[in-house]
């Protein structure tokens, strides 16, 4: 079993930035990718961003050029740089570590709420 959680969530103004933590041990020896969800009020849930095991990086084309994910391996965590917010990307950001070797689990973190305001 893969244990998640987030961390860095918050509020900020339009335009400003914020860092999402991911740390879930065992994900990198495990072969699994991890995986970065939102859901805002709503609205269904929306895959954001994604990080596979040789490190190829993939995002979903409203956040490409101001979102980085990025993978520290030794520290099993992975870290969403959030850049040029809008109001838009308010949500619950959930972080999700699947397709690992032998294992069809999904196992999910509680969740990071993310505000932005006008």
């Known amino acids: 079993r893969i244990l998640v959680a987030e961390s860095g969530g918050g509020s900020v103004q339009a335009g400003g930035s914020l860092t999402l933590s991911c740390t879930a041990p065992g994900f990198t020896g495990n072969g699994c990718s991890l995986h970065w969800y939102r859901q805002a009020a709503g609205k269904q849930r929306e895959w954001v961003s994604s990080v596979d095991p040789p490190g190829d990086t993939f995002y979903v084309d409203s956040v490409k050029g101001r979102f980085t994910i990025s993978s520290d391996k030794a520290k099993d965590t992975v870290t969403l740089q959030m850049n040029s917010l809008k109001p838009e990307d308010t949500a619950m950001y959930t972080c999700?570590?699947?397709?690992?070797?032998?294992?069809?689990?999904?196992?999910w973190g509680q969740g990071t709420q993310v505000t932005v305001s006008s």
């Open positions: 999700a570590v699947l397709y690992c070797y032998n294992d069809a689990t999904t196992y």
